[in-house]
C-alpha cells in the first residue's frame, strides 16, 4: 500500500469520449503529470480502438510516445457498454444513453478497484457533459473538478438556462427573438447565435435532458476547469466565478504544439508537409469541418465550386463520412481533376502541424473550440462556417466579437459565388476588422 503521506496528487482523468474532447483532455492530462500529478487516465474501449487503427505503433497506450518525459500517467480503458462496431454518430441518442448508464458503471467499478488497492485518488476530473462525476466523486472521498472544453460563453448559457426560460427564450414554441441581454458577464447574444441545442422547439430529446441533468450536477462541482483564454473572455468568466468555482486554464495544447504530441486522432493523419512546404507563406487555405459535424451534398458542391472559382490554393480535410448519405464521392464530378494543381484533399491531417506551417493563411471551419483556440494560437485568421451545437456561438465570438474572421456567407443557402468571394476577401486580407 503507497504511503499517503508521501503520494503525489492523483487525478483520474475521464473526456467525454468523442475527438474534440477527447484531444484537450489528453493535453491535460500531460500538462498536470508535467506539474507532478499521478493521472490515470480513462479512455473508452472504442476510442482506444480507433486510435490504435490510426496510429498502429501505439499498441494499448495512447500515450506511448511521451513516455520517455518520464510522466506519471497510467493509461486504461473501459466499455461504453456498445460493441466495437456499433456506428455511435448514427445513433446518436442511444449512445448517450450507455454512456449515462453502461460507461458510469465502469467508471466506477474502476475507480472502486484503485480504492481497494490502497492508491489514494485525489480528484476526479470529468467533462461538464457527463452527468454522474459528482456522485462518484463524493461516493469515493474525492474532489470533483469539471473539465469544460468549450468557452466560457457556451457554459454559462447552459448555467442559465432557468433564467433563459423564465424570460422566453428557450422551451417554448413562440421563443422570443430578441436579444438575451440578462445573462451576468454577457453583453447580448441574439437567439440565433446560441447553441443549437437552445434554438430546437422540442426540449424533450435524450440530449436535452442530459445538458439540463450534467448542468445541475456541475453545481456541485469543487471547481470549473475551462480550456478558454482569460483574457478574451474575462466579463463571462468573473461573472460566472461569482457563482462557480470557475477558472480559465487555456489554451491547453500538446508541449512543443506540434511535437511531444500523445497519438490522439481517431483516424489516420496524412502527411501534408511536404505539399505546404513548395507553397508560398500566407497561400494556402485550409479546410476542415472537424471530426464530428456533417454537411448536405447541396452544401459540399456549393463550397467545392467556391474553392474551385476562387483559384486559391486550399489543403481540405474531407471526412469520408462528411456527407451523411451513401455516394462513394460526394465531390462534384471533375472537381478533383480540375483543382489538381493547386489542391490537397486527405480524410485527415495533423492539424495543429497544418496551422504552425508558414504557408498556412486561412481557415475555413465549422468554428469547433479546438480549432478556434488553434489557429488563434497560430495567428490563422478564419472564415466561419458553424454546422452545430456550440459553433453558432463561437462564430460569434470569432467573428463580432473579437473581428478574428468572417462569414462564409451571411444568408442560406450557401452559394458558390459567396464562398469564392469570402475566401479571397480572407486570403488578401481585405476582411476588415483587426485581420
Ligand atoms: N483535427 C485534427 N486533424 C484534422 C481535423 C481536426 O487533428 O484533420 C483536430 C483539431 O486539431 C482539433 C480537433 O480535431 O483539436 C477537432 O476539435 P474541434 O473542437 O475543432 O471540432 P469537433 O471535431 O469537436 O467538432
Redesign the pocket.
Known amino acids: 500500500m503507497a504511503d499517503s503521506s508521501t503520494q503525489k496528487l492523483h487525478a483520474i482523468l475521464v473526456p467525454y469520449p468523442?475527438?474534440?474532447h477527447v484531444?484537450p483532455s489528453v493535453n491535460l492530462a500531460i500538462k498536470l503529470a508535467s506539474k507532478g500529478f499521478t493521472v490515470t487516465f480513462v479512455n473508452t474501449q472504442f476510442v482506444h480502438h480507433q486510435t490504435a487503427k490510426a496510429h498502429p505503433e501505439i499498441g494499448s497506450d495512447i500515450f506511448a510516445t511521451v513516455r520517455g518525459s518520464g510522466l506519471d500517467i497510467t493509461y486504461t480503458t473501459v466499455s461504453d457498454g456498445l460493441p466495437l462496431g456499433f456506428d455511435r454518430s448514427l445513433n446518436h441518442d442511444q449512445f448517450m444513453a450507455s454512456l449515462l448508464h453502461i460507461f458510469s458503471a465502469h467508471v466506477d467499478e474502476l475507480i472502486g478497484r484503485i480504492v481497494e488497492s490502497g492508491e489514494k485518488i485525489h480528484c476526479l476530473i470529468a467533462d461538464t457533459f457527463f452527468v454522474w462525476p459528482s456522485k462518484i466523486a463524493n461516493k469515493f472521498g474525492m474532489l470533483y473538478v469539471s473539465y469544460w472544453t468549450e468557452p466560457a460563453l457556451v457554459f454559462t448559457l447552459y448555467y442559465h438556462l432557468d433564467l433563459l426560460k423564465k424570460n422566453g427564450h428557450f422551451g417554448k414554441k413562440d421563443r422570443r427573438e430578441d436579444a438575451i441581454n440578462y445573462i451576468p458577464g454577457v453583453a447580448a447574444v441574439e437567439p440565433k447565435d446560441t447553441m443549437s441545442y437552445l434554438q430546437e422547439t422540442d426540449t424533450t430529446s435524450v440530449v436535452h435532458q442530459i445538458i439540463f441533468t450534467a448542468f445541475q450536477d456541475v453545481k456541485n462541482a469543487d471547481f470549473v476547469l475551462c480550456n478558454t483564454v482569460q483574457e478574451l473572455e474575462l466579463d463571462t468568466i468573473t461573472a460566472l466565478h461569482a457563482k462557480v468555482p470557475f477558472y480559465a486554464i487555456g489554451p491547453i495544447f500538446p508541449p512543443g504544439f506540434t511535437k511531444s504530441r500523445a497519438a490522439t486522432?481517431l483516424w489516420p493523419?496524412s502527411d501534408c508537409t511536404q505539399w505546404l512546404d513548395k507553397k508560398p507563406p500566407g497561400s494556402v487555405l485550409y479546410v476542415?469541418f472537424?471530426?464530428?459535424?456533417h454537411v448536405t451534398r447541396t452544401e459540399l458542391i456549393e463550397i467545392a465550386q467556391g474553392l474551385a472559382l476562387s483559384k486559391v490554393s486550399f489543403l481540405w480535410?474531407l471526412r469520408p463520412d462528411i456527407v451523411s448519405s451513401d455516394v462513394v464521392d460526394p465531390l462534384p464530378f471533375g472537381f478533383r481533376e480540375e483543382v489538381n494543381d493547386r489542391a490537397m484533399i486527405v480524410p485527415?491531417?495533423?492539424?495543429?502541424a497544418v496551422l504552425a506551417h508558414p504557408a498556412t493563411g486561412g481557415f475555413l471551419t465549422?468554428c469547433?473550440?479546438?480549432?478556434i483556440l488553434?489557429s488563434t494560437w497560430c495567428g490563422v485568421p478564419l472564415l466561419c462556417y458553424p454546422l452545430l451545437t456550440d459553433q453558432f456561438t463561437n462564430r460569434k465570438l470569432v467573428v463580432d466579437d473579437w473581428k478574428m474572421g468572417i462569414n462564409l456567407s451571411n444568408t442560406t443557402p450557401i452559394s458558390k459565388e459567396q464562398v469564392s468571394d469570402n475566401v479571397n476577401r480572407l486570403m488578401s486580407g481585405q476582411s476588415g476588422g483587426s485581420l
Open positions: 468523442l475527438q474534440g484531444i486522432s493523419e476542415s472537424g471530426s464530428y459535424a480535410v485527415w491531417c495533423c492539424q495543429n465549422h469547433g473550440w479546438n480549432s488553434e
